[in-house]
T-cell receptor, first 117, second 115 residues
Framework: EPEVTQTPSHQVTQMGQEVILRCVPI?????FYWYRQILGQKVEFLVSFYNNEISEKSEIFDDQFSVERPDGSNFTLKIRSTKLEDSAMYFC???????????????FGEGSRLTVL | AQSVAQPEDQVKVAEGNPLTVKCTYSVSGNPYLFWYVQYPNRGLQFLLKYITGDNLVKGSYGFEAEFNKSQTSFHLKKPSALVSDSALYFCAVRGLSYNTDKLIFGTGTRLQVFP
């Protein structure tokens, strides 16, 4: 069964460093997302990406964050200068297969745990 | 704005007993509602969804949910709980922004099934 894959599974970084989290969404999906979850709490929406551009972003997704789809398969989240409060589990998700009807559910990866020291 | 509420932080049930995890929603228009489960140190797994049609929706692992429009609820249920059902459960509603399938999640309910 197709799945969303994320790397790295865990990254430890120093405050102020740049971090790139990588995701390979399910092939032929059209919408891509990043969510974050702080310490087993609420899952918060960060950004959605469609047709090679950001379609929506939350107030959390400030100028320190950026997303990119550098090729046909990868979808990356970059945090330019990490802060302590960026420590969280970051989940990538994708949805809606090209040519099919809108079924609504998102398919999530296993997450990348970011620890900022 | 679309939102869901999960009034219980934690639910404890004995194995073999029925379980209910509550969710209420607030939407403008017809809701798209979802349940996801998260096992420790894992991602979110889709359980079931309500889009339209029959109010009783069946999903993975024997779970079901009942859409109740008058009570604006979408409670998750299972007739007989298993210890392996112990996990964090999230209710979610789909946002209505153009060109996005964004899901808005509740705060989660931790289900503990004891032997």
């Amino acid at each position: 069964e197709p799945e969303v894959t994320q790397t790295p599974s865990h990254q430890v970084t120093q405050m102020g460093q740049e971090v790139i989290l990588r995701c390979v969404p399910i092939s032929n999906h059209l919408y891509f997302y990043w969510y974050r979850q702080i310490l087993g709490q609420k899952v918060e929406f960060l950004v959605s990406f469609y047709n090679n551009e950001i379609s929506e972003k939350s107030e959390i997704f400030d100028d320190q964050f950026s997303v990119e789809r550098p090729d046909g398969s990868n979808f990356t989240l970059k945090i330019r200068s990490t802060k302590l409060e960026d420590s969280a589990m970051y989940f990538c998700a994708s949805s809606t297969q090209e040519g099919q009807g809108d079924t609504g559910e998102l398919f999530f990866g296993e997450g990348s745990r970011l620890t900022v020291l | 704005a679309q939102s869901v509420a999960q009034p219980e932080d934690q639910v404890k049930v004995a194995e073999g007993n029925p379980l209910t995890v509550k969710c209420t929603y607030s939407v403008s228009g017809n809701p798209y509602l979802f349940w996801y489960v998260q096992y420790p140190n894992r991602g979110l797994q889709f359980l079931l969804k309500y889009i339209t049609g029959d109010n009783l929706v069946k999903g993975s692992y024997g779970f079901e949910a009942e859409f109740n429009k008058s009570q604006t609820s979408f409670h998750l249920k299972k007739p007989s709980a298993l210890v392996s059902d112990s996990a964090l459960y999230f209710c979610a509603v789909r946002g209505l922004s153009y060109n996005t399938d964004k899901l808005i999640f509740g705060t989660g309910t931790r289900l503990q099934v004891f032997p």
